[in-house]
């Protein structure tokens, strides 16, 4: 469902810019046309959306307290994620995100970045947490700011704090029931 609704976003964001881009001047069959398949494309985000917001609300209702996460953010985690139980502890889930430290380098030089492998989707919804808070939360910008002068990169400690945060509320609302599969 999620991606799905990555897909549509997409062609109507495609649409609207052809119809954009079309000479004010034209005012045909063309620019009817585009702008009825932009009113479809627009009504089926909307119908994906509710049908989400209900997923959610029924599977994982926590995923909507933590900040950055809406409904179309928890969906894909959601779809991503499926059954959370198959992770073994919060790290195993960092790595999957493509958020848990690794060490790098050559010789005597060694430091620790973020492992760039892993579900890019979750990575995906990690970015725009962390983009989110940063912007609206002092809490996290002192976290980041404390992490940054021990020595890590910004995106590497936030990203895997918001990982384990994650994991931490995903299994929270597990409660026995299993989470849908990925999509």
Known sequence: MSRTRDKLAKQRKANQMMLDALPEVT??????????????????LKELEHAMA??????APALLTLRGIGVVLAGTVLAEVGDIERFENAHHFASYC???PVERGSGK????????????QLNRVLHLMALTRLRCEQ???AFVAKKEQEGNTKRAALKTYLARELFRTLQASHGGGHLPAPS
């Open 27 to 44: 005012t045909g069959a063309l620019s009817t046309a585009l702008q009825a398949v932009l009113t479809s494309l627009e009504a089926a």
């Open 54 to 59: 209900t997923l959610v609300a029924e599977v």
């Open 98 to 100: 493509g958020a848990a």
């Open 109 to 120: 030089n060694t430091r620790w970045c973020v492992n760039v492998s892993g579900n890019r």
């Open 139 to 141: 809490r996290t910008k």
